[in-house]
């Protein structure tokens, strides 16, 4: 069963994270996120799910909000087979989550571990704004807590300018 807003909620409790969640109206894009009273919104995550031509490596890639990814120019420099966005199925099935909800949380719902993470190097440093695996709440938190909580379940992470 995938983790639910509240387990990540309690999780992060459990594990004595700082963080700050913002309740708000389901969100698809990053428009409508935009829309909603935040209060970091320069650090809201664009979140992007990826995979190869052949379906072999998967990619979750975050970045701040008003970056453009160019996937083209993005295999180029981290050395991908040709990449296309990630079909809904895909989405449910390596990460438990629903489009809309795309989130660096989901991985930990990826028991094969197969996911690979890129991070902007722009959030090294600070807070990112990340859904909950529910895209009706923001989780404002250190990206070094979540950056551990990934490490710990296995997952591949490297940070990128992007």
Same mark, same amino acid.
């Given at each position: 069963?995938?983790?639910?807003?509240?387990?990540?909620?309690?999780?992060?409790?459990?594990?004595?994270?700082? #963080? $700050?969640?913002?309740?708000?109206?389901?969100?698809?894009?990053?428009?409508?996120?935009?829309?909603?009273?935040?209060?970091?919104?320069?650090?809201?995550?664009?979140?992007?799910?990826?995979?190869?031509?052949?379906?072999?490596? #998967?990619? /979750?890639? %975050?970045? /701040?909000?008003? *970056?453009?990814?160019?996937? *083209?120019?993005?295999?180029? $420099?981290?050395?991908?087979?040709?990449?296309?966005?990630?079909?809904? $199925?895909?989405?449910? $099935?390596?990460?438990?989550?629903?489009?809309?909800?795309? %989130?660096?949380?989901?991985?930990?719902?990826?028991?094969?571990?197969? &996911?690979?993470?890129?991070?902007?190097?722009?959030?090294?440093? %600070?807070?990112?704004?990340?859904?909950?695996?529910?895209?009706?709440? %923001?989780?404002?938190?250190?990206?070094?807590?979540?950056? *551990?909580?990934?490490?710990?379940?296995?997952?591949?992470?490297?940070? &990128?300018?992007?």
């Amino acid at each position: 069963m995938p983790l639910s807003k509240e387990d990540i909620t309690a999780l992060l409790d459990s594990k004595k994270i700082k #963080y $700050e969640i913002v309740e708000h109206k389901p969100v698809f894009t990053i428009d409508e996120m935009l829309e909603c009273d935040m209060p970091y919104p320069d650090l809201i995550a664009k979140n992007l799910f990826v995979r190869d031509d052949k379906k072999r490596k #998967y990619y /979750l890639i %975050t970045c /701040l909000e008003d *970056k453009k990814i160019n996937l *083209k120019g993005f295999r180029k $420099e981290h050395d991908t087979r040709p990449l296309t966005f990630a079909s809904e $199925e895909d989405l449910m $099935e390596k990460m438990g989550l629903y489009r809309g909800a795309v %989130t660096p949380f989901g991985i930990l719902n990826n028991d094969e571990k197969d &996911v690979i993470v890129f991070f902007d190097k722009d959030y090294e440093n %600070t807070i990112m704004g990340i859904h909950p695996c529910d895209n009706t709440a %923001t989780v404002f938190i250190n990206t070094r807590d979540v950056v *551990k909580l990934l490490k710990a379940h296995g997952n591949e992470i490297h940070f &990128v300018k992007m």
